[in-house]
């Protein structure tokens, strides 16, 4: 049967898309399904999926060692447990960070998914299919990767929009910001931290600021109020001028 100029043109087209090795990689499923790239794209869109990719490359260097050492499950991938004490080692190691939901909890590892530690920082379409493909099949290093670095960047884009309701509720102007400013910022973001802010609860931005504003309110009464960023800083400028004093010796 004859094959018009058209139709063979579509074919090469399709060939090509296939057999194109960047197109390789975005099509093929592995054992356990699905790409997790692929389902962070759908789900949070090309440039997160780019950010995720790149950063994901960098921790799976870092988890190496750990998920060498770890069991594995026939396909070669970690169970919940596991993971969670890789990724509870990788943000200590990385960042000091103790995340909720990837701490020690008694003299084990909790038997609980390290899915907790997202909160509510994904959509409920990404968590369900990340924690059915932990249940389901495990991690395997590449996959953890990801799921680390999906963690680090939810934390990031928190404490970025969280910052910024903080300048908003105090009515600064960030393209101009004075030592004085700068330190009122801080210590209010991080008062947040310490009063009236349960973790599990959802605020809007106008709830936000309205917390923000109570928690000024407070520091300025001396309820919350810390030196700690103070004393940070006063240590930071006497070890310049000590490296001064050195450097001109």
């Keep these: 049967m004859p094959v018009s100029m058209k139709m063979f043109h579509i074919f090469v087209v399709l060939l090509v898309a296939i057999t194109w ?48 050492a770890l069991p594995k499950n026939e396909r070669g991938a ?21 995340m909720k939901g990837l701490e020690l ?20 379409r990404l968590y369900s299919l990340l924690d059915e493909r932990l249940k389901n099949h495990g991690f395997d290093l590449l996959e953890l990767s990801v799921m680390g670095a ?12 969280r910052f910024n309701i903080t300048l908003k509720a105090l009515d600064m102007n960030t ?35 309205k917390l923000m504003l109570i928690t000024k309110s407070q520091m300025d009464r001396g309820l919350c109020a810390s ?8 240590c930071a400028a006497s070890n310049r001028h000590t490296r001064r004093v050195h450097d001109g010796d």
């Design 227 to 234: 030196p700690l960023l103070l004393r940070l800083w006063e």
């Design 150 to 161: 999906l963690l680090e960047n939810s934390v990031h884009s928190e404490v970025g929009s």
């Design 105 to 124: 909890r008694g003299d084990s590892w909790h038997h609980n998914s390290p899915m907790e530690a997202f909160g509510n920082r994904v959509p409920t």
């Design 21 to 68: 090795p960047g197109s390789a990689r975005r099509f093929r499923n592995g054992p356990a399904g699905r790409s997790l790239l692929l389902e962070v794209e759908d789900v949070l869109g090309k440039d997160v999926r780019s950010i995720v990719e790149v950063r994901a490359a960098k921790l799976k260097e870092t988890l190496q060692k750990s998920f060498m």
């Design 175 to 209: 393209s101009v910001m004075d030592r004085k400013d700068a330190f009122n910022a801080m210590e209010t973001y991080l008062a947040t931290y310490i009063i009236g802010n349960r973790e599990d609860e959802e605020l809007d931005e106008q709830a936000a600021v």
């Design 78 to 98: 970690v169970r919940a447990p596991a993971a969670r004490y890789a990724l509870h080692r990788l943000f200590v190691q990385l960042h000091g960070w103790q």
